[in-house]
């Protein structure tokens, strides 16, 4: 097999599993041709890399391509209406995760499932949405996963059958996040930027339609990297109801950058990493902040709840409480039951401390703190201890 991952190979086996050949818009094959590029030009990826690349390109082929073939064949799919989502958003590590499980145990939420974002079909039905058996199928592909990377454990905990971050749905179009998070490709994170990413939510939103035709609900969404395509988010979802969390970049920057390098096995690529993930970090961080600060510029901060990661922290059942009530709802004795049971039975450090400093990649203290002055001047943000 060559040591280029090209798209005919990729697409070539997706289509020779899955018998279809449809992958919807055209944009999917731009962001995929960008990518297998980027990797074979700076990856530097060995055969462990190539494997990983190929299977994670895989598994987003072949979903997507039964996605399009099903909407095609059931096309009452497209008139599913998906409102006032409450979407989770902010740097990476202000406490999106807990807050997305939080919201996940209130039986009125709809949460985005790590065994569905990427095995969508046949579409999960309420009666069986515990008992699927792709649930057992994910625990296990994850337990295996943490077996063989133990400490990502305790940098950024995902159990196979609970909610996850709905990137899982845009990495189908190649425009995500996601990818510059385990490849060394600088050149895919400039496109990334500065691409369309209206494409990519059409897919977003064509894929909960689908997934809520027949276990529906209020979804309750979480992706850090919607901060960089807020206008693209809105106008897809103009009744959204945005939970913003803040915490201080002095804790975000570094943990992110741990983050990367805990992903990434030892034996993924030659290339050099020394240096890298520090400054790479500081970079999307704060593009994610300007693109917040720009977009509320211009259209003011309705449908928008800022949370304050010391106050999620402090108080977090109350924290959601918060919100529920900024946007005109209350929350239930039942919910607040279960998120409280749910916080009992998963303390804070089960799986061990995450230990990271600015040091540990290089980065200089005065030049993050000043990257960042606008933006922690704007909403306040307190520096953590």
Same mark, same amino acid.
């Given at each position: 097999?060559? %040591?280029?991952?090209?798209?005919d190979?990729? +697409?070539? =086996?997706?289509?020779a599993?899955?018998? /279809?050949?449809d992958?919807g818009?055209? *944009?999917?094959?731009e962001?995929?041709?960008? /990518? ?17 690349l ?10 997507r391509l ?19 989502? !409450?979407?989770?958003?902010?740097m ?19 949460? #985005? ?8 079909l046949?579409?999960? &039905? ?9 649930? &057992? ?9 943490y077996?063989?990377?133990?400490? /990502? ?10 909610p ?6 845009l ?9 510059? @998070? #385990? ?6 994170v400039?496109?990334f ?20 035709? $027949? &276990?529906?609900? $209020? ?8 901060l960089?395509?807020?206008? &693209?988010?809105?106008?897809?979802y103009?009744? *959204? =109801?945005v939970?913003?969390?803040h ?11 741990s #983050? ?19 400054p790479?970090? +500081?970079?999307?961080? @704060? ?5 917040l600060?720009?977009?509320?510029? $211009?259209?003011?901060? %309705? @449908?928008? +709840? ?11 059942v *109350?924290?959601v409480? =918060? ?23 998963h303390?804070?450090?089960?799986? @061990? ?11 200089d203290?005065?030049?993050?703190? %000043?990257?960042?002055? *606008? ?5 306040? !943000?307190?520096?953590?201890?």
């Amino acid at each position: 097999m060559s %040591d280029v991952v090209t798209v005919d190979e990729v +697409v070539g =086996r997706a289509v020779a599993e899955t018998g /279809l050949d449809d992958l919807g818009d055209p *944009a999917c094959g731009e962001g995929l041709a960008v /990518l297998l590029d980027c990797v074979a030009r700076e990856a530097a990826l060995n055969d462990v890399g190539r494997m990983i690349l190929r299977t994670w390109v895989h598994e987003r082929l072949v979903n997507r391509l039964r996605v399009v073939d099903w909407v095609g064949t059931h096309p009452e799919v497209r008139d599913e209406r998906v409102e006032c989502p !409450i979407v989770v958003v902010g740097m990476l590590r202000t406490g999106s995760t807990l807050l997305c499980e939080l919201l996940a145990r209130d039986p009125a939420n709809r949460p #985005l499932m790590k065994w569905e974002g990427l095995n969508a079909l046949p579409p999960p &039905a309420t009666a069986t949405f515990t008992t699927d058996p792709r649930v &057992a199928a994910e625990v296990a592909k994850q337990e295996a996963i943490y077996s063989v990377v133990p400490e /990502l454990k305790t940098v950024h905990w995902e159990p196979g059958d609970g909610p996850t971050e709905c990137v899982a749905l845009l990495t189908q179009t190649f425009r995500a996040q996601d990818w510059h @998070g #385990l490849f060394k490709i600088p050149s895919y994170v400039e496109w990334f930027h500065a691409c369309d990413m209206q494409p990519a939510y059409d897919y977003h939103r064509l894929s909960l339609q689908l997934l809520q035709s $027949r &276990a529906p609900g $209020r979804w309750t969404l979480k992706a850090p990297g919607h901060l960089l395509a807020l206008d &693209a988010l809105l106008a897809t979802y103009p009744d *959204a =109801r945005v939970v913003v969390l803040h915490r201080d970049p002095m804790k975000t920057v570094p943990s992110s950058a741990s #983050l990367s390098v805990t992903s990434r096995p030892d034996s993924l690529s030659t290339a050099d990493f020394d240096g890298y993930f520090g400054p790479l970090w +500081v970079d999307v961080l @704060g593009t994610m902040v300007d693109r917040l600060v720009d977009f509320r510029d $211009r259209n003011g901060d %309705d @449908g928008f +709840v800022d949370v304050h990661y010391r106050d999620f922290v402090r108080d977090p059942v *109350a924290t959601v409480d =918060r919100i529920y009530r900024h946007f005109g709802e209350s929350m239930s004795d039942e919910a607040a039951g279960a998120m409280r049971d749910h916080l009992t039975s998963h303390p804070k450090g089960k799986h @061990g401390a995450h230990a990271y400093t600015l040091d540990d990649f290089g980065l200089d203290e005065r030049a993050v703190r %000043d990257r960042f002055a *606008a933006y922690v001047e704007r909403f306040g !943000i307190e520096e953590e201890a």
